[in-house]
Every structure is written in C-alpha cells, then in structure tokens.
C-alpha cells in the first residue's frame, strides 16, 4: 500500500489468521477515534478489543460449514489517526480506503465512533447504504459541529447516496421530517420486532433497486441487554440473533463498518467481533 505512514500495524491481527494484502479481498482497518463523542467515550478503545475478543473465539461457523480464517482478508492494524481533528482524521481515513477500493479490494473499518463511514462511502461509487442503527444520525448539526456521529447519515444523505435505516427508535422531530423530504427509507425496531422477515424482505428490496451495497452497523442498534457497551444506548432495540439474521440478507456488499463500542471490561467486544466476522461473509459471497 502507498499511504503506510497512515496507519500503524496491529501487533496481532484480527482473528490471528489474517492473510497478505495482495491476496486479500477484504481488507480490515481500525479507526481508534471517538473525538465528537457526546455522551460515553472510549471507542478509541474499540479495534484493540474487538481484536482481543476475535481471539479468544472460535472462528468456525456451523451454520455456514465454513472457517474465517478460511475468508481472503487482510487486518492492516490501525489508522493513524488525529487526536481531536475529525477532519483531518477523516481525510487520512479516506486516502487509505481509496487505495484500498482502487486494489480491487473491500474495506471493513473497525471503529470508532460513527461519523467514520463518511469518509467510507465517499470513496465508493454506485453504492446504498444499510444503516443498523438506533439514532437516525440525521442532525444538520449537533453541539456546533456538522461533522460529528449525530450528523454522519444527513452528510451521506446530502452527498446523494441512497439510505435505509434498520432499527432506529430515537430521534428529533426534525430528523424524522427530514427523512420524508429525503426519501430516507425506515425500517424501525418495533417493525423488526413485528416482523423479521418484513424487515428482510425491505432490505431486499433496497438492494434490489441500488445494486452494491455498504453495510454499517452501530452496536446500539442492539438493545443494551444485548450490547450495553455502547456509546449511547437506547431501550427498545434489536436482538443479536435480529441483527445477524438481517446481516444474512445483505449481499453484493462492497464494504461495511462495526463502530461505537465503548469497551470497559465487559462483553460487548464478542458481540462486536462476531458481527465483523458475518460482515466478512457477506463480503466474501460475490
């Protein structure tokens, strides 16, 4: 890679069985950034533990008869990122996943906090995004800034890239009638919890109409009985098997991030983990 001064390498990688750059086709980039953090930080703290947890799992997987550390992927350890400075951060981030999507090849970022996926997206073309999420992160601002993670989705919005917003049950007036203005499509927590296979079927039908997709999935999307390690978490959201069984639905992904885990001794980083190694299944699938 070009651009080797942007990142430092992980002393182990994910899952300990990460592959070379060059025959990778999914390649895993940690973002330890949580500057616009507005209530729990510490997801600078997240790609460190999410590694750790990926080792002490097992990476097999019965349902799919297949190993991960099987998957063509490459953990290119973490960014070096700009302490304070989003969009200097942002910048560095985006240089990096160019490079990345010019070799042919799918980013997976583990973040962070959640304003990374712009830098993501904005270096994909032909793209929808799936957002699993519990906040709709469609703020014009929020605490004086345009950038931040509550304001992430309005700026992918506002770049033309389509959207759906899988699990939200938390947001402002304004945001829920900026989603009628933008066409933001809506598949809220009490709509899973009504129907799974609904909600699949909408996701379907999403991908159907905007081809590849990228895949980004805020852990409070999760109830916090399930992940309640998180930045700002939110009663009323999906459960782990919920959000894996819609991950399965997701196909032709051209990348994907796992981000607002705000580790502190407890579990949360296997949940995340685990959503990062069926995020690199879908990846693995076209």
């Known amino acids: 890679m070009g651009y080797r001064s942007l990142y430092v390498t992980a002393k182990e990688s994910f899952l300990g069985c990460s592959k070379s750059y060059g025959e990778a086709l999914v390649v895993i980039i940690g973002v330890p950034f949580d500057a616009t953090s507005t209530y729990k930080p510490g997801a600078r703290f997240a790609p460190s533990s999410l590694r750790e947890a990926s080792w002490n799992m097992e990476s097999f997987s019965i349902k799919r008869m297949l190993d991960a550390c099987s998957l063509r992927f490459c953990d290119i350890g973490d960014l070096d990122v700009v302490p304070g400075d989003v969009n200097q951060t942002l910048q560095r981030l985006k240089l990096v996943v160019s490079e990345v999507t010019n070799d042919g090849k799918k980013p997976l970022i583990l973040g962070g906090e959640h304003t990374l996926t712009l830098s993501a997206v904005e270096c994909l073309r032909d793209i929808?995004?799936?957002q699993f999420d519990?906040?709709?992160?469609?703020?014009?601002?929020?605490?004086?800034?345009?950038?931040?993670?509550?304001?992430?989705?309005?700026?992918?919005?506002?770049?033309?890239?389509?959207?759906?917003?899988?699990?939200?049950?938390?947001?402002?007036?304004?945001?829920?009638?900026?989603?009628?203005?933008?066409?933001?499509?809506?598949?809220?927590?009490?709509?899973?919890?009504?129907?799974?296979?609904?909600?699949?079927?909408?996701?379907?039908?999403?991908?159907?109409?905007?081809?590849?997709?990228?895949?980004s999935v805020d852990l409070d999307v999760l109830d916090p009985a399930f992940a309640p390690e998180v930045g700002n978490p939110e009663p009323g959201g999906l459960t782990t098997v919920e959000l894996l069984s819609l991950i399965e639905e997701c196909r032709n992904v051209a990348g994907g991030d796992v981000v607002e885990l705000v580790p502190s001794g407890g579990f949360t980083a296997f949940t995340a983990a685990r959503i990062a190694i069926e995020l690199m299944f879908q990846m693995q699938l076209d």
């Open 134 to 215: 519990a906040h709709m992160d469609l703020r014009d601002d929020y605490a004086c800034q345009r950038i931040c993670h509550a304001t992430v989705a309005r700026r992918i919005c506002e770049a033309g890239i389509p959207l759906i917003q899988v699990g939200v049950r938390a947001c402002s007036r304004d945001e829920y009638d900026y989603t009628k203005e933008s066409g933001v499509a809506l598949v809220p927590a009490h709509e899973v919890h009504r129907s799974l296979s609904d909600a699949a079927s909408r996701i379907r039908d999403f991908q159907e109409e905007h081809g590849r997709i990228y895949v």
């Open 128 to 130: 929808g995004v799936i």
